[in-house]
């Protein structure tokens, strides 16, 4: 391992793995991953000052496919563990990678409390519409009608869209993007990095093997970006909502909302406001509180 | 007599049995009294029957006991529920205009209060519970001002004029019994001391801030909700991160998370909650990020009896998480011991880097009992184990394996924004320097390597905790064995029995994993009648240590009606087993009397 100085430009090989991915070839995840590698670069963050965590998927491998803290934790609690690390040391980025149902199914009901919460990471969700580590079943995002091992009749159910419910759940910051345009998937994690708060991006990242409806060649011809249209405000809640619901035809990618007006939740919590990461301070509590919490009892 | 004194207090729930209680217990502890209480109580927030038992006494109390000395009935139902069980020389003072007394036995002191007479001048509910207090406390032999002493600090930030209502109130009711109710043959007690008086919850959760837990998090959940109040409350001054959760699987992995980032984390919460956070206790032990949870049990199973107490939870945890992992897990043996065993239960856990778990139940964490001040101290050692927090000198040529195959099992910990130590921790199989088995190719020697890394560890789990010590006469007739919090109870019990003639001896269990199995089948091994004593159906530590040991015992007494034991529960039992058949193991499962 090489210990980077400091003062050193960071370059896209100091966030190289310990492996190389062992996803499908033409998987939509290394589409991301690079994406992130070459914006943590571009920023010059040490990798030592990221942690990386992830659920269990396909794409929740990806802490192991780069140079950073990496917690492969365990499947849909990736956000909850990430919470904590925050909380424990507000000073490190926190990245969190996973798939759809990791994050919309099992980790449903973590998404929506650390969007709440307004936990200031960065959720990337590799959004294939499929299972795809357990060989092809229906996922909370697979459209309807969609046939798949558990669902092999169509899926009769409507499917979970993932950025209405994070405008919803109150996310600070709500994007989409697609895996086959990186430089503007990188522009959005960079954003999404830089954003002091939650940030999601759900990225449509393509399963080559087990996913034949949602393809690269079908988003290409439906994905639009809202960059393209110079009158959006993504400071617009109520637009933003109106965009997310578009879907068919053409599908918006790109920043549908960004507000910077709430604290996050470090910034919000009465011990860490304004002070230094929990993990460095002092174990001991004064002698003037511990006789005043004893003095209550008595 | 028996040198001890008990109050009790019943009344639907909303009525104010609480406050009262609070005072008794204050009262006494200032007057150098030990204390030690018991709330009866159902899942409801208004109505229903709640029964405050406050036992005090000069010597160490060691449970609520067996017999009620003065009973304050608020309403008609507690009357009723336990004016038959109230014996000669005990008193009961109650609110003559709503509560009508039924049939005392011979030598029971009824004493009305006129309320409504009294309090001419108040409208207020609460009069009556304030009149009986006052009443009471003077025929217990104390003078009023040390009841004014606490009237004042209870009511002093509800204004003036409600500290006034409430003293003269105290006066009307002390001097209406100084005038018309005997007073009890010995009066309390006094000595030149102060305890503290606390529950098991707040015992725990200040045994974490000792500990030096900086971050704690929790899903509501009785019976352990009370840790989480005293975190919330003291968050500031203690300097602890306190989160309330969405659930018990984000309180785990949020606890988790935080610990993997350097600092002590903890969540409690009870069998349900506990359910849910098994896989993540899986991924603490794989992931060797040390946590600990403190489970505190109700009676089960499923949502079961709320706010009963049981010992039920034993096997959930032994066998919680698949898969074969190092894990700890220890029963405090009293309110004290909830205190002394959270940084004890984090070392240990820090140290060995595994999931600790703290096993108590509602009987502990929602009783209360005295402590010496000087008990709680906040100077325990910490030892966070082998842990890298900061780089050292580094020329860049070392290579860090997180999970390093070392001969004690543990791998020096660094934690994340340690520069040059990056790695991933993972919950799959991952090789000595975290790179998951499952990528590389599926490796049975690796694989083999880290499962024997992680659980060499055990051995040095083993001689770290130490083995129980037989208390009594090593010959004695009965040898009576509890787990966790029945240690109280039991060494009443014994006393009891070898008064009776009965010589019997006491072993209690605190660490359940490690077991010391050797130690305890040696001490068993000189016992002339061996009971289990524990609150579940199926004898679960007896079955545990049956399983671990192959040692059966000649009797079990078990209770799994969701009250507590008492002392003569045991002691009948005892007597009934050793008149019984010989050469057979016998049960006894004794009947609460009382109907709370």
Known sequence: MTTVLETQKLTVADFKGKVDPDWCAGCGDFGVLSSLQKVLAEMNIQPHDVVTISGIGCSSNLPGFINTYGMHTLHGRALAVATGVKMANHKLHVIVTGGDGDGFGIGGNHFIHTMRRNVDLLYIAMDNQIYGLT?????????????????????????????????????TFVARGFSAEPKHLM????????HKGFSFID??????????????????ERVKKLEADSSYDSSDWHEAMKRALIWGEEIPIGKFFERTDLPSLHEADLILAGAGPLAHRDLQIAPRVVRSLIAELM | MDGTFAVAIGGAAGQGVATPGDIFAKLFVRRGLHVNAYNAYQSIIRGGHT???????????KCFGDRIDLLIPLNQDSMDRHLGLMRSGAAVVYNSDTVKPGTAHDGVRLCPLPVNQLSKASRSKVEQNTLALAASLQMMGVTFEPLAEILTEQFMRKGGKVVTENLDIARVGFDYAVANFQAFASPLPMHDMAYAVLSGNIALAMGGAAAGVKFYCAYPMSPSTGVLHWMAAHAREAGIVVRQVEDEIGVINMAIGAAHAGVRAMCATSGGGFALMTEALGMSAMMETPVVVIDVQRAGPSTGVPTKTEQG????ML????????RLIAAPTDILDCFKLVPEMH???DRFQCPGIILSDLLLSEGRSSVDPKQLTFDAEINRGEMITSAGPSNGKTVYNRYQITESGISPRAIPGVPGHTHTASTDEHDENGVLLSDEFTNPVKRRAMMEKRQRKVEGIETAVRAPVLKGEPGAAVTLIGWGSTDGVIREAVELLNEEGISTNHLQIRWLVPLNGEAIVNILSSSRYSIIVENNYSGQFARYLRSET????NGHIRKYDGEPFMPHHIVAAVKEQLAGPTGKTQLSVPMHEIMV
């Open chain 2, 319 to 326: 066998g919680a998480g698949f898969g074969d992992f190092p």
């Open chain 2, 550 to 553: 192959s040692y059966v015992p």
């Open chain 1, 135 to 171: 060989t092809g079943q229906t996922s909370p995002t697979s459209r309807k009608g969609m046939k798949t091992k558990s669902m092999p009749y169509g899926n009769v159910e409507e499917p979970i869209n993932p950025i209405s419910l994070a405008l919803a759940a109150g996310a």
């Open chain 2, 51 to 61: 029964f405050l038992t406050i036992r005090t006494g000069t010597e160490e109390v």
């Open chain 1, 203 to 220: 990225v449509f990242s393509p399963c080559v093997t087990y996913n034949h409806d949602n393809t690269y060649a079908w988003f290409r």
């Open chain 2, 347 to 349: 070392n240990l856990a």
């Open chain 2, 313 to 316: 939870d034993l096997w959930q």
């Open chain 1, 187 to 194: 522009d959005l994690v960079k954003q999404g990095l830089e």
